[in-house]
C-alpha cells in the first residue's frame, strides 16, 4: 500500500494530496500497531474535514529591545519566548545545511510529507511495540509550532501538541498546503526562527547568541551542528551541562549528516568532530530587574518606562494585554533616558548623601516642550534584595520590615507602580502664580503680608496654627518678609502670607485645577478629599505644599513654564518600532493615527503667562529678573546661578520642621526637581542644613548636562502683564544686575 501512494519521484501522489490517506498510516507512526483499531481513523478523518483550505501562519512571539536614547546602549529586555525574527539571508549556510541533516535529509525533495520517512517509522515503532521513531518533516515541524503559537484556548492548545493520529493528519494537511504556498527557503528560513533550543531560546537568533554569544550568519559548522542537534532534545543534548558527552555525541551525528549530504567534507567532519564544544554562554536580561549592573540607576527609569507602557490603550484594553504586547511583539524602543546625564545625575545626588543614608535623595530632568525625561537619579541600588537593608526609621515597622535603603526598588522619584510621594512646601507657589496670571492679574499685584495672616479659610486641613475662632493663621519663616509684596518680591523671598492672601484671590480651587492640569495627581485619600469640588475651594494651605508629589512630577510641571506654557506628558520614550521597523502608531481620542512615541502635549497657560511667572522665578537664584525688581534679598536658591554660571529661574521648598528639602529649577532646555527626605517615616526631618542638598545637586546636574552648550536666555515677558508703573528693564534678556543677586 505504501508503494501504491508513491509516485516514480518519490513525492507524494494527487490521492494523498487530495486527504485520502490511510488514517493506519499515520495513527502508525504514533501508536503502536495493536493500539490502532479504527479510533484513529476515524478521529484523523474528522479532523481533515473540519481544517480551513489555508493554514494562516501566526506571526511568533518575539523578544522586544529597550535602548537608551543613543539608540546602542542596551537597557534591557522584555519577552516570554527570547526570540528575534532573522531573514535567512542573515543565517549562516551552516545552520541551514546542519538543521537539514539533523531533522530532514530530505526536505528539498518532498512536498512536505516524508512518505519514506513515515514507512520507517511505520516498522520501528511496530518492532518496538511502542513511539520509537517520527516521521515529522521540518514543515510538519513548522505547521505544529504554528498551531501551537496561535492557539488562542486551551482546547486549541491541546489540539496542537496532543500525541493522536488526527494531530498528525491535520499536521500533513496543512504541510502539504503550506509547501503549495511558499518556497523551500521560506519554509526553512520560518522553521528557524520557530524552533526551541533550550535555555529559553527560541529561534536560531537566540540560540546564537545564548551559547556562542554571537549573530547566526557567523555561526561555524561545528557550532551550528551543536545547535542543530538540539532541537531534537533539548534537555538532553544540553551543552552547558556539566556533562557534554551527549551533546558532542549528537554533535557529531549531525556534522557525519552533513559530510553524508555533501555540505562538509569527509576530513572537515572529521575535523569538526574531534574539537570540544567550546561556548560562550550569554544570558539576555529580561525585565527591570536584569539590568546590567553598570546601568544600575537606570533601574528606576526602566521601571518608569515599564509603567507608562502598562498604561497606553495603543498597547491593549487592559494591562494584561499591554505586557502580553511588550514581551511578544518584538519591538524597538528608543527610550528618552541620556546615559551622559543620567551619569551626571546620579554623581550628583550621591555628592552629599550617600546610598547608606536613610534618607532618600533623587533628582528627576526633563526636556520642556517634549517631556521626555532624560535622567533620574537615586542615591539607592536597584535591588530586590533587602536582606542587609538598614532599620525601619518607623518604631513601629522596625525589627518587621527592613528600611529602604541601600537596596530598593521603589519608585522614589515617582513614575512606577507605587504611588506615593512626599510634601513638596512651597514650590507649590508656582501653581498659585501662574493661575493668578491665567486669570488676569498683573505681576505687580501687590499686599501687605504680616507675618501671621488670619485667612478667610477654616483651619483643619492645613498647616498648623488656627486662630480667631478656628481661622487658619499661616505665617512666614522670617520676620523680614514682613511687608508690601508683589508677585517678583513676594516669590523671590517665599512670603507664606503673600501668595495666600493672591491664593484667595484667585480661588484655592483654580490653583487646585491649575495643578492638576500641569501633571499633579493624588496620592492619599486626603488629598484627593480635598481636591474635589467643593472641597477644594476651602484648602487654603495648598498653596504651601501641603499636598504629596513626586520629583517626577514636578519636573514635569516646571518645564511647562520653561516651555512657554506648553505642558508635555512625561515620557520615557523616544521612539518605538514594529518588528519590520516601521513606526508604532495608534489612533488617538481625536481619531487621528499618531505616533506612540510622539509627544504629547498641550497649551495650559498663555506663553505670556509663562514667560512673567519664568521671571518671577529667577528672583529665587540669584540670577534677578528682567522686568521688574527682586528685592534686597531672596531664599537659599540665592547661589544657583553662580554655580551654574547660565541663566536659570526655579523656587526652594520645605516642609514643617523641614522634614523634606526640594529644589525646582529650569533653564530653557531643561526643568530639573530634587528632593531629600525619608520614605521610610515621613516625621523623620532631613534638617534645615541640609536644604542645599537639592539645590546643588540640581545646579550640579544642569551645568554638566549642558556642558558645552551655547548659552540660552529666557524670553522676557511682555509688558501688558506687568502692570502699570512697573520698572521695565531692556526688552532682551541678559546678565542680572548684582543689586538683584544675593551678595
Known amino acids: 500500500m505504501i508503494k501504491r501512494t508513491l509516485s516514480a519521484t518519490g513525492r507524494l501522489t494527487p490521492i494523498l494530496r487530495a486527504g485520502l490517506i490511510s488514517g493506519v498510516i499515520v495513527a502508525a507512526v504514533t501508536y503502536p500497531l495493536a493500539a490502532v483499531g ?30 537608551a536614547n543613543d539608540g546602542k546602549t542596551l537597557l534591557t529586555t522584555f519577552y516570554e519566548e527570547h526570540r528575534k525574527y532573522t531573514p535567512i539571508s542573515e543565517m549562516s549556510e551552516n545552520i541551514q545545511h546542519a538543521i537539514v541533516a539533523s531533522e530532514d535529509a530530505r526536505f528539498y525533495e518532498h512536498n512536505g510529507v516524508d512518505v519514506k520517512g513515515i514507512a520507517r517509522a511505520f516498522v520501528a515503532n511496530h518492532n518496538s511495540g511502542q513511539v520509537t521513531q517520527g516521521a515529522s518533516t521540518l514543515t510538519m515541524q513548522y505547521v505544529r509550532a504554528t498551531l501551537r503559537d496561535g492557539a488562542q484556548t486551551p482546547a486549541e492548545v491541546q489540539q496542537a501538541t496532543e500525541q493522536t493520529s488526527g494531530r498528525k493528519i491535520r499536521e500533513i494537511r496543512l504541510a502539504v498546503a503550506l509547501e503549495k504556498k511558499m518556497s523551500k527557503q521560506e519554509i526553512l528560513e520560518r522553521y528557524l526562527n520557530v524552533a526551541y533550543f533550550g535555555h529559553r531560546a527560541y529561534g536560531i537568533f537566540a540560540a546564537a547568541q545564548i551559547f556562542f554569544s554571537k549573530t547566526p550568519k557567523d555561526l561555524t559548522a561545528t557550532e551550528a551542528a551543536t545547535l542543530a542537534g538540539l532541537v531534537q532534545a533539548p534537555s538532553l543534548y544540553d551543552p552547558a551541562a556539566s556533562d557534554q558527552r551527549a551533546a558532542t555525541e549528537r554533535r557529531n551525528y549531525v556534522l557525519q549528516r552533513m559530510s553524508d549530504l555533501g555540505y562538509l567534507s569527509t576530513d572537515e567532519a572529521k575535523k569538526a568532530a ?22 544600575n540607576s537606570m533601574g528606576y527609569f526602566c521601571d518608569f518606562f515599564k509603567s507608562w507602557w502598562m498604561s497606553q490603550p495603543a ?31 546620579q554623581k550628583n545626588v550621591l555628592a552629599n548623601v550617600s546610598k547608606t543614608n536613610p534618607y532618600a535623595h533623587g533628582l528627576v530632568l526633563v526636556q520642556p516642550r517634549t517631556g521626555m525625561v532624560k535622567a533620574m537619579g537615586l542615591n539607592r541600588t536597584y535591588s530586590l534584595d533587602q536582606s542587609k537593608n538598614g532599620v525601619n526609621t518607623d518604631w513601629n515597622k522596625a525589627g518587621k520590615i527592613p528600611g529602604t535603603y541601600p537596596n530598593t526598588v521603589n519608585p522614589l522619584n515617582g513614575g512606577g507602580f507605587n504611588g506615593a510621594g512626599y510634601q513638596a512646601g512651597s514650590t507649590f507657589k508656582m501653581f498659585t502664580l501662574l493661575a493668578a496670571l491665567q486669570a488676569g492679574f498683573k505681576m505687580n499685584q501687590s499686599y501687605y503680608s504680616p507675618q501671621r495672616l488670619v485667612s478667610k479659610y477654616w483651619a483643619g486641613w492645613g498647616e498648623r496654627g488656627s486662630c480667631a475662632g478656628g481661622r487658619w493663621c499661616p505665617t512666614n519663616a522670617s520676620g523680614a518678609m514682613t511687608g508690601t509684596q508683589n508677585m517678583w518680591t513676594g516669590f523671590g523671598k517665599s512670603v507664606n502670607t503673600y501668595f495666600v492672601q493672591l491664593e484667595q484671590a484667585v480661588g484655592s480651587d483654580a490653583v487646585v485645577r491649575m495643578a492638576e492640569s500641569l501633571g499633579l495627581t493624588w496620592h492619599n485619600d486626603i488629598d484627593k478629599m480635598m481636591s474635589t469640588y467643593p472641597r477644594s475651594k476651602t484648602w487654603g494651605a495648598f498653596t504651601l505644599g501641603v499636598a504629596d508629589t513626586t520629583p517626577l512630577e514636578m519636573a514635569t510641571a516646571y518645564a511647562a513654564v520653561a516651555g512657554d506654557g506648553l505642558y508635555c506628558e512625561a515620557l520615557p520614550v523616544q521612539a518605538i518600532s514594529n518588528p519590520d521597523g516601521s513606526p508604532t502608531t495608534w489612533t488617538n481620542e481625536q ?40 528685592g534686597s534679598w531672596n531664599t537659599t536658591g540665592s547661589s544657583v546661578y553662580n554655580m551654574l554660571g547660565r541663566p536659570i529661574a526655579g523656587k526652594t521648598g520645605t516642609t514643617d520642621d523641614t522634614r523634606a528639602a526640594w529644589f525646582v529649577g529650569f533653564t530653557p532646555e531643561y526643568a530639573a526637581a530634587s528632593f531629600m527626605a525619608d520614605p521610610d517615616n515621613p516625621f523623620h526631618a532631613v534638617g534645615d542644613w541640609n536644604y542645599n542638598v537639592p539645590l546643588q545637586a540640581v545646579a550640579w546636574t544642569l551645568r554638566d548636562a549642558l556642558k558645552g552648550q551655547p548659552i540660552r536666555y529666557f524670553t522676557p515677558p511682555p509688558t501688558s502683564i506687568l502692570g502699570k508703573g512697573t520698572y521695565v528693564a531692556a526688552p532682551q534678556d541678559a546678565a542680572p544686575k548684582k543689586k538683584n543677586r544675593r551678595r
Not at 478523518?45 to 535602548?67: G, I, R
Not at 564544544?277 to 539590568?291: V, Y
Not at 519664568?614 to 537664584?621: I, L, W
Open 38 to 67: 479504527g479510533l484513529g481513523v476515524k478521529s484523523g478523518f474528522d479532523w481533515y474535514q473540519a481544517l480551513p483550505a489555508e493554514l494562516t501562519v501566526q506571526p511568533p512571539a518575539q523578544t522586544t529591545y529597550v535602548y
Open 274 to 295: 574531534g574539537q570540544p564544544i567550546k561556548l560562550k554562554i550569554t544570558n539576555p536580561p529580561n525585565d527591570c530587574i536584569s539590568i546590567a549592573p553598570k546601568l
Open 315 to 345: 498597547f491593549g484594553n487592559n494591562p494584561a494585554e499591554r505586557e502580553a504586547k511588550l514581551r511578544r511583539g518584538g519591538y524597538r524602543v528608543v527610550t528618552s533616558i541620556d546615559p551622559r546625564v543620567q551619569a551626571a545625575a
Open 591 to 630: 481619531g487621528q493615527t499618531v505616533e506612540v512615541a510622539a509627544p504629547r502635549c498641550k497649551q495650559v497657560v498663555r506663553p505670556e503667562v509663562a514667560r512673567a511667572a519664568a521671571d518671577a522665578a529667577r528672583c529665587v537664584t540669584g540670577y534677578g529678573a528682567s522686568r521688574g525688581g527682586c
